[in-house]
């Protein structure tokens, strides 16, 4: 018996397999040689762990037996780092074993890091590889030599000591330690595009025209041949567009001494090329780089995601995309850091929190206070917000060379990691150092002139606090960002826009943003028509942060001058020095709780303000029991009109002004009381108990939420 099979395949399938196979038979290459393409082998199984220093632990044939079994990513701070007071900064170590089937001849080794903090220390069967200082950016040893067929051991030796030479030195968060970032094994030909150029592709790509009428990729590779031999190579550099196809190309070739680097640059030109264009449209091509030997085999292959778009940021018109004025509206975002986890999150956590920022209607996102890992990057782009992302320069600096070469390898680290992703706007200098001091300068300067020689083509900020508008520390970088909290800390005395104002007047020639705003919001603090709290107290009621923003929002909406906004802070956060809030260890000034299971009525302000799907939401649901017999209702909205019910009793609709929805005068009976809000298709509730012994209207209600 026979049965006949019938296969249906795509158009897009089918024209990215002809665009394969076009490439390829520009090289004589019918049939794709694949061996010699990079592999990857994650290390993410048993690791053993032990939280604290153990003196040779880097040798072979260590008993690590009673050490504790961990995978990665893991920290050693879940427990300590988000209660209060205090938490562990020592040393901590992990090993485990590496079963290699075969060393191939000719390939090459890498161990691969995405993050160790703050400094690792890394063996392979007993010899040390290398030292690299710096928790947060991606960092390689070649460990081609000391790898062998069969099982290999690994040791790390972690610490998030606060270390005289490594930033950050201060900061108002946690500095979790550990291997909090996956770790792989890499294995690559002998040519191969640098694997160790600061931890980057070895690909530098800048896009040096993007108009509806024509696009310039540019793509700056380095060459390694890790052989014995001098070598003969093919590079070619294709761009392909979002449906595989091949949209432009070039392609050179370079002679490379034996273990020598050297770098070749190619030019892309594309006709009427589709924009990224932020959240409207962020359009993305894929850039594809080879390596062929003389005889036309394949050797490395790097794949890239890239934008084109141009940025322009004006003293008077903001920032311009793609020659347009584009509002840069957004939240400072403290790395997906969670309960139980720390910042040992997974990739899923991150796109989770990419997606409550893009719902709220962001067009911007400042990563703080650190470079933050791969794929918060990837979804800036694919959402299309605009990126602001920095080096851990924080708070405090130490004066010396070692400190300064430290900040120069990070900034190096950032750029040569993130330079292809066209979410990235703004190379970001530091935060609030606190020092006014000529060594303070210098040390923001040193990262300005590492970033302009690694990327002359974006623009540079620090985010300025503490002192004058004019402070030289501000005037360092090419572009101004202040953290002001006008409202929140009793002694920043006036309103966020007239600071603004008085700014942009006093100094019409400088562009700038506001690098922070916000203030404390407790879920469980729940208090009608709070006064302004003590800022280091246990009360800080959600209504008094949702006032704030309000009135702050207001404020600065329409001042087009200001090349971005940027809400101190997207998600609470651990700050394990802190005693404030609904519970130590928390920085609460977040839209949304720690554990991302709350989303604070400011979120929804914001929502209803920036966000064009259609939205609706009754505020005030937590503050759950009331005392007063009638009451405000309100609701925020991006639709015209809201309706009201509560209980049995319809209110009249009311018209939505300034995305509010408002009925005053509401009558709550005794027990328990169900507030409903609709808008056509939309509808929201929550339940208000009224407590015996009611109040008039008006009357202070202070109740913590049940």
């Known amino acids: 018996m026979m049965f006949g099979v019938r296969f249906l395949v795509s158009k897009e399938t089918v024209q990215r397999l002809m665009a394969l196979l076009a490439v390829l038979a520009c090289f004589g290459l019918a ?101 690299h200082e710096g928790g ?31 930033a950050p030195l201060g900061g108002d968060f946690t500095v979790f330690g550990g291997l909090f970032r996956p770790v792989s094994l890499i294995e690559t ?38 052989g014995g031999l001098a070598a003969s190579t093919r590079y070619r550099v294709s761009l392909l567009d979002a449906r595989g196809r091949e949209v432009a190309k070039e392609e050179g070739k370079r002679r490379i001494n034996p273990e020598d680097t050297t770098e070749a640059e190619v030019t892309l030109n ?35 995601p890239v934008g084109i778009r141009s940025i322009e940021i004006t003293p008077d018109r ?134 302009r020689a690694a ?72 208090e009608s028509d709070p006064e302004p709290p003590i800022t280091t107290s246990r009360w800080h009621p959600e209504q008094y942060q949702t006032a704030y923003h309000e009135r702050n929002w207001r404020e600065i909406r329409d001042l087009p001058y200001l090349w971005g906004s940027f809400i101190w802070v997207a998600f609470d956060l651990a700050s394990d020095g802190r005693n404030e809030g609904d519970r130590p260890g928390i920085n609460d000034k977040g839209l949304i709780s720690f554990d991302r299971s709350v989303r604070k009525d400011a979120y929804f302000w914001y929502q209803a303000n920036w966000s064009s799907k259609p939205m609706l939401h009754l505020t005030e649901r937590r503050h759950n029991f009331r005392h007063a017999s009638q ?7 991006n639709q015209s009109r809201v309706g009201l019910k509560v209980n049995e009793r319809s209110y009249p609709e009311v018209p939505v002004v300034d995305h509010v929805a408002r009925w005053d005068q509401v009558d709550l009976g005794p027990g328990e009381n169900r507030i409903e809000v609709t808008s056509g298709e939309l509808r929201d509730e929550a339940i208000w108990t009224r407590l015996e012994g009611g109040a008039e209207e008006g009357s202070k209600e202070k109740t913590p939420s049940h």
């Open 31 to 131: 049939e794709p040689s694949i061996a010699a393409e990079r592999t990857r082998t994650v290390l993410s199984g048993e690791w053993r762990f032990i939280g604290k220093d153990v003196p040779g632990a880097g040798a072979a044939d260590v008993d690590d037996w009673d050490w504790r079994r961990v995978t990665l990513p893991h920290t050693y701070n879940v427990a300590d780092g988000d209660d209060g007071g205090t938490y562990y900064r020592g040393p901590g170590w992990y090993r485990t074993t590496l079963d290699l089937s075969e060393k191939k001849a000719k390939r090459l080794y890498f161990l691969e890091f995405e993050g160790a903090a703050l400094a690792a220390d890394v063996w392979v069967n007993g010899v040390l590889v290398g030292r």
């Open 136 to 166: 947060y950016a991606r960092f390689r040893f070649d460990v081609t030599q000391v790898i062998a067929t069969g099982r290999n051991q690994i040791a790390v030796r972690t610490d998030n000591t606060r270390l005289a030479n490594i």
């Open 189 to 226: 030909d002998s040519l191969h595009f640098d694997m160790m150029h600061f931890g980057g592709p070895g690909i530098h790509v800048s896009v040096p025209r993007a108009t509806q009428e024509s696009g310039t990729v540019s793509a700056r590779m380095r060459l390694v041949n890790g």
């Open 270 to 304: 594309v006709a009427k090329p589709h924009l990224w264009n932020g959240t409207a449209d962020p359009y993305l091509y894929r850039l594809v780089a080879t390596i062929h030997d003389e005889d036309g085999k394949l050797r490395d292959r790097v794949e890239l």
């Open 318 to 451: 903001g920032l311009l995309l793609n020659g347009r004025p584009y509002q840069v509206r957004g939240v400072n975002y403290f790395h997906s850091q969670r309960p139980g986890k720390g910042t040992a999150v997974s990739d899923e956590d991150i796109s989770r929190d990419m997606a409550i920022i893009a719902e709220m209607g962001a067009t911007g996102v400042r990563f703080v206070h650190y470079q933050h890992p791969q794929r918060a990057y990837d979804e800036a782009d694919r959402r299309g917000l605009l990126v602001w992302t920095e080096v851990p320069l924080n708070s405090a600096i130490d004066p010396g060379e070692a400190f300064a070469e430290n900040i120069r390898q990070q900034t190096r680290e950032l750029i040569a990691q993130n330079a292809h992703h066209p979410s990235v706007v703004v190379w970001g200098l530091g935060n609030e150092v606190y020092e006014d001091s000529d060594n303070a300068v210098r040390m923001i300067a040193v990262a300005q002139e590492a970033a």
């Open 455 to 526: 990327d002359p083509t974006r623009p540079t900020t620090y985010a300025h606090c503490c002192q004058a508008d004019n402070s030289p520390k501000a005037l360092v970088p090419d572009l101004s960002a202040f953290n002001r909290y006008f409202g929140w800390y009793p002694d920043q005395k006036g309103s966020l826009g007239e600071w603004a104002q008085r700014f942009h007047a006093s100094f019409p020639d400088r562009p700038f943003a506001i690098g922070e705003y916000g203030a404390g919001g407790g879920i469980l603090a729940q």
């Open 631 to 637: 009451v405000t209702v309100r609701a925020y909205s």
